[in-house]
């Protein structure tokens, strides 16, 4: 498993997979674990699952105010194939995000 924290106007990072986790495969649903909030630097009240799936999950800040964040969205359409439009503001990925991936 790989964790990629994406932050707007920076490179990605690798952060720690421990304690994070995939939707459970037997009812596809998410958890939010403890360690989430960290690379995306929010309280837990404030995670957002923006999509998940047997092999990929991504978090975001909710209603996030922050910069439109490019990287993020290019990484989310890889895994997830929900693309995104930078120009539309209601369809764009802003602040930092967390993909993780098998």
Do not use: W
């Not at 009812?27 to 995670?47: F, H, K, M, N, Y």
């Amino acid at each position: 498993m790989n964790a990629t924290s994406y932050l707007p106007h920076q490179n990605p990072q690798r952060v720690s997979v421990e304690g994070l986790s995939l939707p459970d495969p037997a009812t596809g649903l998410a958890a939010v674990p403890e360690q989430v909030p960290v690379p995306i630097g929010c309280s837990r009240d404030l995670v957002d699952v923006l999509v998940r799936g047997p092999r990929y999950m991504a978090y975001s800040v909710f209603d996030c105010e922050e910069p439109v964040n490019e990287a993020a969205m290019a990484a989310v359409t890889e895994v997830s194939g929900v693309e995104f439009d930078p120009g539309d503001e209601d369809a764009a990925l802003c602040g930092p995000v967390l993909v993780i991936t098998h």
